[in-house]
C-alpha cells in the first residue's frame, strides 16, 4: 500500500527505490487505475500512480508502489510533460504509460514525455477518440451508428430541424467536452437549451455534435473489450497476424439505469459486435487497448456505435478475469516481452461494482440479477467461486475499498466516477 504524495515527495520516493523491470505509469488513480495496477501487479510489474487529486481508491492498494500529483494535462499540457519526464529520471529508467481517462491518453499521445513507452498507438489514438473521426470512418465501414451532424460543418438550426428535439449534444473530444459542459452528453429539449449549450461550447472553443437520441434497449447494449497487437489490423482469422484479445461484455446493469456507468457487465457472445468494432479499429490502424461500446437501437432493430475508447476503463477487470489480461498484453508488447502470457484460464463471467449496484437496489432504479450463490460469494469475500469479479471489493486488498467508504461519507468528491 502507497500514500498518494506530492509531486517533490514522490520524486523523492522514487529516488529510493530500485526497479527491476520498466515500471508502469498509471494515470488517473481511481477505479479504472486500480484494474489496471491489480492486472499488472499480479505479473509483478511495478506501478506508479499518477493524478491530480489524492481522493482515487488506486493510491491505498497493495497493488501501487509509488502514487502521487503530476499536472493535470488539461491545465498545462507542457508542465505535465516535464512533470513525467522528471519521474522518469528519479526512476532511473524507462517507464510505460497507461492513460485511464481520455485526456491523460492524449497527453501522453501530444507530448511523447521522453523516456516514457506508450502501452497504445499514440499516432491512432486521436483520430479514433474524436467523434467526428469516428463516426465518419463508421460511415464509410457501413457500420451502424446514431444519426450525427457536426456543428462545424452543419449549421445548428439545421441540425436541430433534421433531428427534432429532444435529441443530445456531445463533445467531439469528451473529457476536454466535459470540463467545459460539465457532462460528456447533453439532452437538450429546446431549441433555448440547445443554443446555451452550443454557445459555451463555442466560447471554449470546444467541437460538439448534435445526435439523436436512440430508442435505447436498456440492459442490452455490447461494448467489444479488446488489445490489438501491432501488425494485427486484418479480421480475417486466416491470416498470420497476432490475433486480437477480445471479450464482448454487455453491461447487464447500469447505476443510474439507462445512462449511468457500469455496475454489472456480463461476457457473452456476439460475433457481429466483434466484427464491426475490429473493423473500425483495423481501419484506424490503431494497436492497443480499447472498448468499442454498442448500444441496441430498439428502433432499427440493432446495435449501433456510441463510441470507442482507446484506453482501460471502469470494468477493466472483467476481460483480465476471463483469462484476457489486457493490461498485461499491452505491457508485454512494448517491453518485447510474451504476449501470451497474458491469455489465461476464465475465472469469472460477470463484473460487479458493489457500490452503485447497492445503490441503485436501494433505490429501487436497478434490477437484482446476481443470484443467491454469487451474492454468497462475494460477502464471502470469494466471488470467484461463483464465477464473479468485484471492481474496487477485494478481501486480499482492502485499502481501495476502505479509501472508497472514507470519501462516500467525507463529503470529498473524486473528480471521475471511473
Keep these: 500500500m502507497s500514500h498518494f504524495s506530492s509531486f517533490d515527495a514522490l520524486c523523492s520516493a522514487l529516488d529510493d527505490r530500485t526497479f527491476d523491470r520498466l515500471p508502469a505509469l498509471v494515470a488517473n488513480a481511481h477505479i479504472t487505475g486500480l484494474g489496471v ?3 499488472l501487479a499480479a505479473h509483478d510489474v511495478p506501478v506508479v500512480a499518477l493524478d491530480r487529486s489524492g481522493d482515487g481508491v488506486a493510491p491505498a492498494s497493495t497493488a501501487v508502489t509509488a502514487a502521487g500529483e503530476v499536472t493535470y494535462p488539461l491545465d498545462d499540457r507542457d508542465a ?3 512533470d513525467v519526464e522528471e519521474l522518469v529520471d528519479r526512476i532511473g529508467r524507462e517507464a510505460v504509460a497507461f492513460g485511464c481517462m481520455d485526456e491523460w491518453v492524449h497527453a501522453f499521445a501530444e507530448t511523447r514525455p521522453d523516456g516514457v513507452r506508450l502501452s497504445f498507438d499514440a499516432d491512432a489514438a486521436p483520430a479514433v477518440l474524436d ?3 469516428l463516426y465518419a470512418r463508421a460511415d464509410r465501414l457501413g457500420v451502424p451508428y446514431p444519426e450525427t451532424y457536426s456543428l462545424d460543418e452543419v449549421d445548428p438550426a439545421d441540425a436541430a430541424e433534421a433531428l427534432e428535439f429532444p435529441f443530445l449534444v456531445k463533445p467531439a473530444r469528451k473529457r476536454e467536452g466535459e470540463e467545459v459542459l460539465g457532462t460528456n452528453v447533453v439532452e437538450v429539449a429546446d431549441a433555448e437549451a440547445f443554443a446555451e449549450v452550443v454557445d459555451r461550447a463555442q466560447s471554449a472553443d470546444i467541437r460538439v455534435l448534435a445526435q439523436e437520441q436512440v430508442d435505447v434497449a436498456v440492459g442490452e447494449d455490447r461494448s467489444l473489450a479488446s488489445y490489438v497487437p501491432p501488425g494485427s489490423v486484418d479480421v480475417d482469422d486466416s491470416t498470420d497476424t497476432p490475433d486480437p484479445l477480445a471479450v464482448v461484455g454487455n453491461a447487464r446493469v447500469r447505476h443510474p439505469r439507462a445512462f449511468g456507468t457500469s455496475c454489472v457487465v ?7 459486435v466483434r466484427e464491426q468494432a475490429l473493423s473500425v479499429l483495423a481501419d484506424a490502424g490503431y494497436h492497443g487497448i ?16 456510441l463510441d470507442v475508447n482507446t484506453r ?10 476471463a483469462g484476457r489480461n489486457l493490461p498485461l498484453a499491452a505491457y508485454e508488447a512494448v517491453t518485447d516481452g510474451d504476449v501470451e502470457r497474458a491469455c489465461g484460464r476464465e475465472r469469472a463471467s460477470r463484473w ?10 436501494a433505490s429501487g432504479d436497478a434490477p437484482n440479477v ?3 450463490e454469487q451474492w454468497h460469494a462475494v460477502a464471502g469475500g470469494r466471488p470467484v467461486d461463483a464465477g464473479v469479479t468485484t471492481g474496487v471489493f477485494d478481501t486480499a486488498d482492502p485499502g481501495p475499498t476502505q479509501r472508497l467508504v472514507e470519501t462516500e461519507f467525507s463529503g470529498r468528491d473524486y473528480y471521475c466516477s471511473c
Design 352 to 361: 460487479v461494482y458493489l457500490r452503485d449496484l447497492l445503490a441503485g437496489l
Design 312 to 321: 482501460p476503463w471502469k470494468w477493466i477487470g472483467l476481460p483480465v478475469a
Design 131 to 133: 467523434k467526428e473521426e
Design 290 to 305: 480499447s472498448e468499442s461500446e454498442f448500444v441496441y437501437d430498439r428502433e432499427r432493430g440493432e446495435h449501433v456505435l
Design 370 to 372: 446476481l443470484t443467491g
Design 266 to 272: 456480463d461476457v457473452v457472445e456476439d460475433a457481429t
Design 37 to 39: 495496477a491489480r492486472a
Design 80 to 82: 505535465f510533460r516535464e
